[in-house]
């Protein structure tokens, strides 16, 4: 899926922004967690793309990561045997 988002940004129909992650106490940035943003070219060029598809990006890609998560963990669980986060997802 991951790959999927990155196809779409390089045809510019995603923009992918990141964002610091500090620890609360320390301060100190721990990571990064990436927003995703449809552009705004997406919409005038809808026609060319196939319905199920648009339908698919623009609803999980507005829904929160849990969400996504708990959603491509429940329908590919065969991907998800050896995740490190999978006991947290649900």
Do not use: A
Not at 36 to 62: A, G, H, P, R
Request: glycine share 4%.
């Amino acid at each position: 899926m991951q790959d999927d988002i990155y196809k779409l940004k390089e045809l510019g129909y995603v923009r992918i922004m990141e964002e610091q992650v500090e620890d609360l106490i320390s301060g100190i940035i721990v990571g990064f967690k990436k927003i995703y943003e449809i552009s705004d070219n997406v919409m005038l060029d809808l026609s060319s793309l196939d319905k199920n598809f648009v339908d698919f990006v623009t609803e999980k890609l507005k829904m929160p990561l849990n969400s996504l998560l708990k959603y491509v963990y429940m329908k590919y669980p065969e991907y998800t045997v050896n995740s490190l986060i999978r006991d947290k997802i649900f």
